[in-house]
């Protein structure tokens, strides 16, 4: 990415349910996220997103530019009725990590390496 650009990892879980994992993979697979939601994360200022998963713990890795303010992008999504149905839906797969706060989702990771 540019140097231009921040990074941001976070981390989820899914329910561990083979077949939940699976509808989820689905929505998320080229072509199948909702146009107003990619479009809510690049208004973000969001360049590039992408989500790894081993069992059913997952890894987000956001690319932001410089208009990119995480209060701001909570503030949009709680405004945008079409994001706020997408992450109700979500909730049929995700579950929050076991220190998460109640209604807590997705948890910025600290970076402890560098090369």
Same mark, same amino acid.
């Given at each position: $990415?540019?140097k #231009? %650009?921040?990074?941001f990892?976070?981390?989820?879980?899914?329910?561990?349910?083979?077949?939940l +994992?699976a !509808?989820?993979?689905?929505?998320?697979?080229? @072509? #199948?996220?909702?146009?107003? +939601? %990619?479009?809510? &994360?690049?208004? *973000?200022g +969001?360049?590039? $997103?992408?989500?790894?998963? %081993?069992g059913n713990? $997952?890894? /987000? &890795? /956001?690319?932001?530019? =410089?208009?990119?303010n995480?209060?701001?992008? *909570?503030?949009m999504?709680? #405004?945008?009725?079409?994001?706020? !149905?997408? !992450?109700?839906? /979500?909730?049929?797969?995700?579950? @929050?990590?076991?220190?998460?706060?109640? @209604? =807590?989702?997705? &948890?910025?990771? =600290?970076?402890?390496?560098?090369?």
């Open positions: $990415m540019s #231009n %650009t921040t990074r990892c976070y981390s989820c879980d899914l329910k561990d349910d083979p077949k +994992i !509808e989820y993979k689905k929505y998320h697979a080229a @072509g #199948n996220a909702w146009p107003e +939601i %990619t479009k809510s &994360i690049r208004d *973000a +969001i360049v590039d $997103m992408q989500i790894y998963l %081993t713990r $997952m890894f /987000m &890795i /956001m690319e932001v530019d =410089e208009t990119f995480p209060e701001k992008k *909570a503030e999504d709680a #405004n945008n009725p079409k994001v706020q !149905e997408w !992450e109700q839906l /979500m909730w049929k797969y995700q579950q @929050g990590l076991p220190w998460a706060k109640k @209604g =807590e989702k997705w &948890i910025l990771l =600290e970076k402890v390496f560098q090369l």
